[in-house]
T-cell receptor, first 111, second 112 residues
Framework: NAGVTQTPKFQVLKTGQSMTLQCAQD?????MYWYRQDPGMGLRLIYY???????DKGEVPNGYNVSRLNKREFSLRLESAAPSQTSVYFC??????????FGQGTRLTVV | QKEVEQNSGPLSVPEGAIASLNCTYS??????FFWYRQYSGKSPELIMS????GDKEDGRFTAQLNKASQYVSLLIRDSQPSDSATYLC????????????FGAGTRLAVHP
């Protein structure tokens, strides 16, 4: 019963470093999402993928890139990390317009 | 105008009371609506989904949808201290069938 698995759980980066956040789901869902959550801001959509092979920008895509590697995996890349990208990142997946299931989150700090 | 708006709170209610949480959305033709609960440091978890006008009840929780007025609400009856959390409203906008947009969340505090 893994559901949605994110790695890593915690990460500290220096300004300008790059990294990739990994997400995998085992529920055979078509749609996958990346959100960031800052205090008092709720969840803001960075990118989403409606199906394998497609990706679309969300509300706050600047500074990020994504790859839908296959139906199971959806990665988020920070090419040159900035302190403004310090946040908690959540990956989610769902089938069509039904409920989304979330991973446990990645707490990222950029110093 | 934000796509999904919620009062950030905190909303403070005594144990046993009814907590009423509200959410408004800007896209008149949005189709699917969700309420999630999030405890501090944890991931969001679904409480209710609602797709058509009217009320939907599940235990102590009732979701109410009014598409004409573009709001969705969540009522929690017999509130318990364990209900203290942030409640997030989420909407599927017509601009993208697979998009899922969240409000900023309302913090609920239930005091004994």
């Amino acid at each position: 019963n893994a559901g949605v698995t994110q790695t890593p759980k915690f990460q500290v980066l220096k300004t300008g470093q790059s990294m990739t956040l990994q997400c995998a789901q085992d529920m055979n869902h078509n749609s996958m999402y990346w959100y960031r959550q800052d205090p008092g801001m709720g969840l803001r959509l960075i990118y989403y993928s409606a199906s394998e092979g497609t990706t679309d920008k969300g509300e706050v895509p600047n500074g990020y890139n994504v790859s839908r590697l296959n139906k199971r995996e959806f990665s988020l890349r920070l090419e040159s990390a900035a302190p403004s990208q310090t946040s908690v990142y959540f990956c989610a997946s769902r089938q069509a317009a039904t409920e989304a299931f979330f991973g446990q989150g990645t707490r990222l700090t950029v110093v | 105008q934000k796509e999904v708006e919620q009062n950030s709170g905190p909303l403070s209610v005594p144990e046993g009371a009814i907590a009423s949480l509200n959410c408004t959305y800007s896209d008149r033709v949005s189709q699917s609506f969700f309420w999630y609960r999030q405890y501090s440091g944890k991931s969001p978890e679904l409480i209710m989904s609602i797709y058509s006008n009217g009320d939907k009840e599940d235990g102590r929780f009732t979701a109410q949808l009014n598409k004409a007025s573009q709001y969705v609400s969540l009522l929690i009856r017999d509130s318990q201290p364990s209900d203290s959390a942030t409640y997030l409203c989420a909407v599927n906008p017509s601009s993208g069938y697979n998009k899922l947009i969240f409000g900023a969340g309302t913090r609920l505090a239930v005091h004994p």
